[in-house]
């Protein structure tokens, strides 16, 4: 799938397309269903499917000091955005130009412009435009007189609740990820690079793959049964600390996972860290000995939960 600019005209073959347009934090089931919706309106007509996204996050624009709250990154995003049937991705780059483009400019400058679009499909609660002057139905009016269709999905109920991004957030809070995978259609997962770290887990034989949290929202910290994912294609099953480590000095953040019975070097590798199950929050203890005692028993519950999905 190829990855366009927001802030170029397309190139000719993707231009006149159905543009999926939102944040698609966690591209959970909602968004999906918005992306179905424009795949397949652009299926229908034979133009191309197009998902348009913002990077960084509006949020993280208007306020840079708000605690990490993302649940993907671009590139995952854009990898679903492919599994999810799109011909390409269009990326908003998120800066104060953006920013101060009133409702009306955004369509006419981005949308009618830029992409020179045939159709535009969002969520019922899509805002856009300076100080979120433009809703869904004022979208729909201009794609009247700017000769396109704007159409928005329904919210998609799980448990007759809406889903959303905020409550899968609250479910990682919670120390809930199996609540938060049902929302998502698939285990939350932290991408990242594995840097070398101070070598204590590999000294008393849990050996650990570091990687650091970066914008990720901060599930609840503790213990995790987890699955790993290598450059590859490997699946790895393990036990994963997320958090400080409150056993040792400096307090230091990092997801740690410990894979089973791996030896490889994972060293400046990317890998995801999939959060399966909660096993218990972060503790302190008598000595190495009872904090060796503790790992070995969750690293067996870890395996006990991972071998019966």
Same mark, same amino acid.
């Given at each position: 799938?190829?990855?366009?600019? =927001?802030?170029?005209?397309?190139?000719?073959s993707?231009?006149?397309?159905?543009?999926?347009?939102?944040?698609?934090?966690?591209?959970?089931?909602?968004?999906?269903?918005?992306?179905?919706?424009?795949?397949?309106?652009?299926? *229908?007509?034979?133009?191309?499917?197009l998902?348009?996204?913002?990077?960084?996050?509006?949020?993280?624009?208007?306020?840079? *000091?708000?605690p990490?709250?993302?649940?993907?990154?671009?590139? %995952?995003r854009?990898?679903?955005?492919?599994a999810a049937?799109?011909?390409?991705?269009?990326?908003f780059?998120?800066?104060?130009?953006?920013?101060?483009?009133?409702?009306?400019?955004f369509?006419? #400058?981005?949308?009618? /412009?830029?992409?020179? &679009?045939?159709?535009?499909?969002?969520?019922?609660?899509?805002a856009?435009?300076?100080?979120?002057?433009?809703?869904? /139905?004022?979208?729909?009016?201009?794609g009247r007189?700017g000769?396109?269709v704007?159409?928005?999905?329904?919210?998609?109920?799980?448990?007759?609740?809406? &889903?959303?991004?905020?409550?899968?957030? *609250?479910a990682?809070r919670?120390?809930r990820?199996?609540?938060?995978?049902?929302?998502?259609? @698939?285990?939350?997962?932290?991408?990242?690079? &594995?840097?070398? /770290?101070?070598?204590? =887990?590999?000294?008393?034989?849990?050996?650990?793959?570091?990687?650091?949290m970066g914008?990720?929202?901060?599930?609840?910290?503790?213990?995790?049964a987890v699955?790993? @994912?290598?450059?590859?294609?490997?699946?790895?099953?393990?036990a994963?600390?997320?958090?400080?480590?409150?056993q040792f000095t400096?307090?230091? #953040?990092?997801?740690?996972?410990?894979?089973? *019975?791996f030896?490889?070097?994972l060293?400046? %590798?990317?890998?995801?860290?999939e959060?399966?199950?909660?096993?218990?929050?972060?503790?302190?203890?008598?000595?190495?000995?009872?904090?060796?005692?503790?790992?070995?028993?969750?690293?067996?519950?870890?395996r006990?939960?991972?071998?019966?999905l």
């Amino acid at each position: 799938m190829q990855r366009l600019d =927001g802030g170029s005209a397309v190139p000719p073959s993707w231009g006149g397309g159905i543009v999926a347009l939102g944040n698609f934090d966690g591209f959970h089931l909602g968004h999906q269903a918005v992306v179905a919706r424009a795949v397949a309106a652009a299926r *229908d007509r034979g133009l191309p499917a197009l998902v348009a996204t913002f990077d960084p996050h509006p949020r993280a624009f208007f306020r840079p *000091d708000t605690p990490p709250f993302r649940l993907s990154t671009i590139e %995952q995003r854009l990898r679903l955005f492919e599994a999810a049937g799109a011909d390409a991705a269009v990326v908003f780059r998120f800066d104060a130009a953006l920013a101060a483009l009133t409702a009306e400019d955004f369509v006419a #400058e981005r949308l009618t /412009g830029l992409l020179r &679009v045939a159709g535009v499909v969002t969520g019922e609660d899509f805002a856009f435009g300076r100080a979120k002057g433009g809703n869904v /139905g004022m979208l729909a009016d201009l794609g009247r007189t700017g000769g396109f269709v704007a159409e928005a999905v329904a919210p998609v109920g799980l448990d007759g609740i809406a &889903v959303s991004s905020s409550r899968i957030r *609250d479910a990682l809070r919670d120390g809930r990820p199996g609540d938060a995978a049902r929302l998502l259609t @698939r285990p939350f997962a932290v991408a990242g690079k &594995v840097a070398h /770290g101070d070598k204590v =887990g590999r000294t008393i034989g849990y050996p650990t793959a570091n990687v650091a949290m970066g914008d990720y929202l901060r599930p609840a910290y503790g213990i995790y049964a987890v699955r790993g @994912r290598l450059p590859d294609g490997t699946v790895l099953d393990g036990a994963a600390n997320l958090g400080i480590r409150p056993q040792f000095t400096p307090p230091k #953040e990092l997801l740690e996972p410990h894979f089973f *019975d791996f030896a490889g070097d994972l060293y400046g %590798q990317e890998i995801a860290v999939e959060l399966i199950e909660y096993l218990r929050p972060e503790a302190t203890f008598d000595g190495l000995p009872a904090l060796m005692a503790q790992m070995e028993a969750d690293c067996a519950r870890a395996r006990a939960i991972l071998t019966s999905l």
